[in-house]
């Protein structure tokens, strides 16, 4: 991945790796904030549609570098992606 670029301000990054890359076509983007994390998923479908059910679903998430469990239990309700913040798409790997 090349350096990422500071957002624009009231902008977060998001970084897509592997086959969250290859769907979206980047490597990151600036996304508006702020962002309830909750939400994150539908606005990224919304852009790349069939992306949630394709590699979402099956993805790690992390905002500043602290996973984030996107299982439904609620800890992603409590999170709100703020101004420069960074959220990483991290789908599984396989190793061979």
């Known amino acids: 991945m090349t350096s990422v670029p500071k957002p624009p301000q009231g902008h977060f990054n998001v970084l897509y790796f592997a086959s969250a890359s290859s769907y979206t076509g980047k490597e990151h ?3 508006p904030a702020p962002l309830p994390l909750r939400t994150l998923f539908a606005e990224l479908e919304a852009k790349y549609p069939g992306v949630k059910a394709n590699v979402l679903d099956s993805c790690m998430v992390t905002v500043n570098l602290d996973y984030v469990d ?3 239990d609620g800890a992603a309700d409590a999170v709100v992606i703020q101004e420069a913040d960074e959220v ?3 789908p599984p790997v396989s190793s061979g």
């Open 70 to 72: 996107m299982s439904g």
């Open 88 to 90: 990483a798409i991290i």
């Open 29 to 31: 983007e600036a996304l």
